[in-house]
């Protein structure tokens, strides 16, 4: 089954889903934005990898560019 993400603009719309969303007895689970980062990272990561291998010096030189 697929999942959709949403992202509420401020408290009274989240808290306006929220509330649809129990009264249609939808599982929910809250995302804390670290986690939603470390998704969209790991999310990143694996549409990026090509399998690759890279020495850690490249990998050095990579991050100081960024």
Do not use: C, H, W
């Not at 992202?7 to 649809?20: A, G, Q, R, S």
């Not at 934005?33 to 998704?39: K, W």
Request: net charge neutral; proline share 2%.
């Amino acid at each position: 089954m697929k999942a959709i993400l949403v992202t509420p603009k401020n408290t009274k719309e989240y808290d306006f889903v929220l509330e649809i969303l129990k009264r249609m007895n939808m599982k929910i689970s809250e995302l804390s934005e670290e986690q939603i980062e470390d998704f969209g990272m790991s999310y990143l990561m694996k549409e990026k990898d090509t399998g690759k291998k890279m020495t850690r010096k490249e990998l050095n030189q990579l991050l100081e560019n960024v």
